[in-house]
């Protein structure tokens, strides 16, 4: 597979594009193959090989209309993040379009194929392969997650158990209380300071490194690496009590067929197969790049006019909790980076795709895959965007986060106006980070969220508002979103709902006519609220009206909410038939026209 990326001096060595060649009328079309080179002028019978090159040419070229770069089929491996700046995109009078060429199909990746196998164990059919990697969390076979080596072994899909049971905690001393039971089944890992203890309380999700244990009677006392242990304890002690957890990421640990190990030290990963069944015969691939496209202006030269279409964005990674741990809060944000949100900051979640002071970027029809951390991340000042008609499928934490930066009340260079997010389909997020979710906007105002479906998740659809302290404006209010089909989420934890909201003052947003069913408590859950609508943290001024919700729980104002309006909702609410029917992706709808 030709690499993406060719080497510096090839590019700068091309000779430059002839771009009377390929003009027809004021479009500008350049092409990009896997089979391309860059000494070629970038026509559809002779094209580039690599999106530099393509970059290169539209930044030489003085355009006099749109400038589309068409991707044919293919995959296409990178090898470092392709980076788009004001130069790259387009003016306020052309738009630069990079598209999939004629329905076709190319892929770009961040992850490696893995090719070379020996048998490791023949009796376990265990095999091993040298990667030459320092790091992933991540491995997928035949483009389905494999099983990062674990015990209990996962069985569900839905809430990934079975688990085992907390006994509580010692937060003084910033330990895990087990029982000396559940521990002998890790007590012969050899490479312990490799395992995580995976724990889930309520809206929490932990990856705590193991450091050190007592065993004290029934009991094992479990303490994890320093660089974690305070952030896992911010909570009372009785949080903990019987919440779900399992061990994670121990080569002795590996008893079923799926199930992986990687020896970091030695670049060694181990995997175990069905008997009988040849490993080379097996599509194995693991990440590499944390990001596939950073979108990068500044407040005075925002990247704009720059638009994707019809390509697919696969195989990304994310290792800080193998370096630092993890312990985030809903929509996985880690407390520890609570005042550290920097777009170059690794030790936050990554995405595919990150942005920031970016006007009129747009995400249409492309498909968002095998994330290690995010799928679609705007982290400030990304105003006029559309997130149009994507799948967002296996998201290793949330499939769309906006305004990173959680500022309240930010000003007009940072926060993040007139988004529409639309017609995406968007499941099987928190694949890897389990109190991950759809779509978390922080503090933003005049945005629309319609005609998406999202399920399949163990925590909330979606997140509108971030942390008021009180009754408070933070610049969240006036947001819209409206038939919506959300289903089969909030499958592991507790505290969360299809459409969550998370304080402040939020005069003028409206929640109406969603489709919302099948939200039900996870016996693995705690026992605070699992909603259709849930209004959190003293959410206030919100309306909520003509929302069908079936299967689950309506909803409502719930610690300290207030002041929020109610009308018209549940099973069989005037006008049922017809929300429903309107309700998830609709070709040919435009919020923005309407």
Known sequence: MRLLFIALFVVLNAFSVKADEIKKGKETKFFVATDGNDKNPGTKNKPFASFERAKQAVRELKSEGDVIVYIRRGRYELSRTIEFNANDAGRDSFKVIYKAYDQEKPVLSGGKK?????LHDAAKNIYKAHVGYDEFRQLYIDGEPAVRARFPNKESESNFGPYLRMKGADVAKQRYRISVDDWKEVEEVENKERMELVVQPHWIHHNARYKKHEVEGEFVWLSPQDTESASCFNKGEGFFNNAAFHFENAYELIDQSGEWYLDRKESVLYLKVDQG??????????????????????????VKNLEFEGISFECTNWISPSEIGLSATQFVQPYSQSFNRT?????????????????SFVLRNCAIRKTGANGVQFFANVDNADIEGNLFDQIGANAIEIDVHAKMNAGEDEM?????????TITRCGRSYTNGGGILAHNVNGMIIEHNELYDMPYS????????????????????????????????????????????NQRGTVIEENYIHDIERSPWAGDWFVDGVYLDNYSQFILVRNNVIKNSPIGGSHNHSRNNTFENNGEKIMGCDSIIEKAGPLPGCNPRKQ
């Open 416 to 424: 993040s106006n007139n988004l529409a997010i639309w017609n995406n």
């Open 277 to 302: 069944l040849e490993v080379e015969s097996l599509d194995i691939e693991y990440p590499i790049l944390d990001v596939l496209i950073s979108v990068v202006g500044s407040k005075e030269s925002p």
């Open 343 to 359: 777009y170059g900051n690794k030790a936050y979640p990554q995405a595919a795709i990150k942005a920031i002071n970016a006007d």
């Open 461 to 504: 659809g979606m997140q509108i508002g971030d942390q008021p302290g009180g009754y408070n404006d933070t610049g969240c209010h006036s947001n819209i979103i409206r038939k919506n089909h959300i289903h089969h989420v909030v499958q592991l934890h507790d505290d969360g709902g299809a459409i969550y909201t998370l304080g402040g």
């Open 114 to 118: 893995i090719r070379a196998w020996e």
